[in-house]
């Protein structure tokens, strides 16, 4: 693919900047993705879209193709589900209102989770994680994990995740109870696409089928935890039943270091073009709903 700058470069549709859980501001993750060679790219921040203007106007001069982005959270009984939603309206008031309700439960399960390390005899505060963070809404584990570095509490990142916060561990708390197909539906309803997220953290054909039956557009088959197996399996359950492959590096920076993902995982042209026609068709058959009422 030729980008603006008439380089070769590389398509990646899951990244994460400091107004979620990544480490860089929206300017300088679009710096790095340039020289990581990535021509397209979309920030797909949790819960959050506040990344989303300003990474659309510094597309129009960086060089870079820029696909507005989301990663919602969601809950199906016990399994933790994330969705990306792409060529969002992001400007659309049931969708923020939505997402404000889900931002408020990030801070609620952030304090059950301070809670829990207090009670483990790690004097951590809740307002030390939010200050931290910089963005009061949109607080996650990996703000937890850290502040609790940054601290002192805990020697690294992955240490804060394997021994306290993760999922089985003394300090973790679940997300809040958002149905799957409610997901789905309000990433539909501002106009995007809805993707299920790294797949082989919960995969069950079950699950992936009932998620077909309520809307899902596609499946993310690159994503750095997925082993070439997995690779290999979610494409062929999408080209099986039709729907959309997408892809990315689900890069944050900092403490998770993970550098070394961006620009060496990306999706083929192919299905990106494939995405762009999905979403060409549901604007258009927007628009003729909308010209026959």
């Known amino acids: 693919m030729e980008n603006h700058l008439g380089k070769t470069g590389k398509i990646d549709l ?29 920030i797909t921040d949790h819960d959050c879209v506040s990344a989303l203007e300003e990474g659309t106007e510094l597309s129009k001069t960086s060089g870079l193709e820029f696909v507005p982005g989301i990663e919602v959270t969601s809950r199906q009984k016990r399994f ?16 923020l209102s939505t997402l404000e309700n889900l931002r408020e439960a990030r801070v609620r399960r952030a304090g059950r989770i301070v809670a829990k390390l207090n009670r483990l ?7 030390s994680v ?35 916060i993760g999922i089985g561990r003394p300090a973790y708390e679940a997300n809040h109870p958002f149905p799957a197909d ?20 919960y995969v069950t054909e079950d699950l992936l089928h009932f998620l077909l039956e309520n809307g899902l557009d596609g499946v993310e088959v ?18 099986s039943n039709s729907i959309l492959k997408t892809g990315g590096s689900d890069f944050h920076g ?21 995405m762009k026609s999905a979403i060409m068709k549901k604007s258009k058959s927007k628009g003729e709903l909308i010209g026959n009422l």
């Open 121 to 127: 005899k790690i004097p951590l505060k809740l307002e």
């Open 182 to 201: 409610q997901a789905i539906a309000m990433i539909k309803n501002a106009g995007g696409l809805a993707i299920l997220a790294h797949p082989s953290h």
């Open 80 to 95: 933790q589900l994330h969705f990306l939603g792409y060529f969002i309206d992001y400007s659309d008031r049931s969708f």
């Open 222 to 239: 690159i994503h750095p935890s997925h082993s070439q197996e997995e690779v290999e399996y979610f494409r062929t359950f999408a080209d």
């Open 254 to 274: 900092g403490l998770k270091n993970d550098d070394s993902n961006l620009g060496t995982h990306f999706i083929e042209e192919e299905w990106f073009d494939q």
């Open 14 to 42: 899951h990244t994460h900047t400091a107004y979620s859980d990544g480490a860089l501001k929206t300017p300088a993750l679009l710096e790095k993705a340039l020289q990581a060679g990535i021509s397209t790219i979309s």
């Open 130 to 164: 939010l200050d931290r963070a910089g963005v009061w809404n949109s607080v996650g584990r990996p703000h937890i994990a850290n502040t609790m570095v940054q601290e002192g509490f805990a020697q690294t990142y992955d240490e804060v995740f394997h021994k306290y």
